[in-house]
């Protein structure tokens, strides 16, 4: 069974299991979601902004995707100065795939929610009080 | 402007600062999202089981979101046994439908972004080699 590892076990309908840890940290979750974006691979700095994250903030995000071979960050020159570009991996690829089927399934269990219990027209909503 | 914070700052559009952290570590994303789809509220044994937390996991989480307001635990009595039951607050409620907004923008993001670079077929990608 191809997606076993996302089904919830019986009962625990909300446990999101597949809510991979790795991925889904904030800052790591914008790192990720900038590099499928961007699939021949972002400079470094170019990453930084995108994500809005300090220098040391996304050299320590980077080197838990790289032990978990999500990314690789190939170190090279470019206009003679030292230039990282990184980049997401097939199996990065992958597991990223396989989270974000986990997180749509949240925002439809969510948004099914809300729908079902819009609310209040005059700030009050007795189901809440 | 009433969605002001949750948009990106010129040039980080990867940020999601939306993504509020209280909200977003996955065991409190689980309550939450269980909480929202069960407006009356949860006793504590169901929201556990509905989670797949542990009593003390469950009681951590609780406390962080009750410093918040977003999430009332309140005490009483069934069938002669000491009951606890977990309501979202209408805060919670609003807090948890702003960052809802950021996660649908991820998805979105990411699933344009697999659509535009679809998965090898014969399981190679030269974009991602």
Do not use: W
Not at 21 to 34: G, N, P, Q, Y
Not at 112 to 120: E, G, H, L, Q
Request: charged share 25%.
């Amino acid at each position: 069974m191809k997606n076993a590892k996302i089904r919830p076990k019986r009962g625990s309908r909300f446990a999101y299991d597949g809510l991979d840890r790795v991925i889904h940290e904030r800052a790591r979750l914008s790192v990720l979601t900038s590099l499928i974006s961007h699939t021949k691979g972002l400079p470094f700095g170019e990453l930084k902004q995108l994500c809005d994250l300090t220098d040391g903030n996304l050299n320590r995000h980077l080197m838990v995707l790289e032990d978990a071979k999500m990314v690789a960050a190939i170190k090279g020159v470019e206009h003679g100065r030292p230039q990282t570009v990184c980049r997401i991996t097939p199996l990065g690829r992958k597991r990223y795939i396989e989270y974000l089927a986990v997180l749509e399934q949240v925002v439809l269990d969510a948004s099914s929610a809300i729908k079902a219990d819009p609310p209040p027209r005059g700030g009050h909503n007795p189901a809440n009080a």
